[in-house]
């Protein structure tokens, strides 16, 4: 079993729609989460940081519910820029912050 | 703008050669890793650092690739002898234990081996 599970899409959506998607991680002693963003041919972004209390920027809402080992994301109103790979991160404390990727959830938003 | 430094940006090899891959993190940063991105496997951790000693390779085969820090600024993946399956982008990221563990990536090291 991956240690971070994403369904890996693709996700195809009209503009202004709303799309969700859903990780989730093996490990129940991870301490942070993520989501990155990665565009075709470049590096992965930090799109936001997850928290169990929610979190919000803009049109963005992200979860983590620790009891399911679940993360999720939430766009509301899609734009064409939002067209992309969503990759669900974890870190363990092994020391150091041992850094997991998910495989990652593609995204195509159409006009 | 910091930001995190990989050479060369891209490499063809031919078969059975040594590829030398280098990263220079963000300053200040003491956390390093190595990532190998392929269609196939997504992002796969190779091996990660904290002020400079591994503290994890497990991700990494170890009869042909192997990772170091020489000094804070400079973290080295080699590979040797390469093999066409190796051909991927290598990416190295660092960041900061205590910052929320947040990390940020270079650009990626595209290696084509034929």
């Known amino acids: 079993r991956k240690e971070v599970e994403q369904d890996p899409g693709p996700f195809n959506v009209p503009e202004g729609a709303t799309v969700a998607f859903n990780c989730t991680y093996s490990n129940s002693a991870s301490q942070s989460f993520f989501w990155y963003r990665q565009d075709c041919r470049k590096e992965p972004k930090l799109l936001m940081s997850v928290y169990s209390s929610g979190n919000e920027d803009g049109r963005f809402t992200a979860q983590l519910n620790r009891a399911s080992q679940y993360i999720s994301l939430l766009i509301r109103d899609s734009k064409l820029s939002d067209s992309a790979t969503y990759l669900c991160?974890?870190?363990?404390?092994?020391?150091?912050?041992?850094?997991?990727f998910g495989a990652g959830t593609r995204l195509f938003v159409k006009a | 703008d910091a930001r995190v430094t990989q050479t060369p940006r891209h490499k063809v090899t031919e078969m059975g050669q040594e590829v030398t891959m280098r990263c220079q993190p963000i300053l200040g940063h003491n956390t390093v890793f190595w990532y190998r991105q392929t269609m196939m496997q997504g992002l796969e951790l190779l091996a990660y650092?904290?002020?400079?000693?591994?503290?994890?390779d497990s991700g990494m085969p170890k009869d042909r690739f192997s990772a170091e820090m020489p000094d804070a600024t400079l973290a080295t993946l080699k590979i040797q002898p390469s093999e066409p399956r190796d051909s991927a982008v290598y990416f190295c990221?660092?960041?900061?234990?205590?910052?929320?563990?947040?990390?940020?990536f270079g650009e990626g090291s595209w290696l084509t081996v034929v």
């Open positions: 990221a660092s960041g900061f234990s205590g910052t929320g563990n947040t990390i940020y």
């Open positions: 991160v974890v870190t363990v404390n092994t020391g150091g912050f041992k850094t997991i």
């Open positions: 650092f904290r002020n400079r000693a591994p503290l994890d």
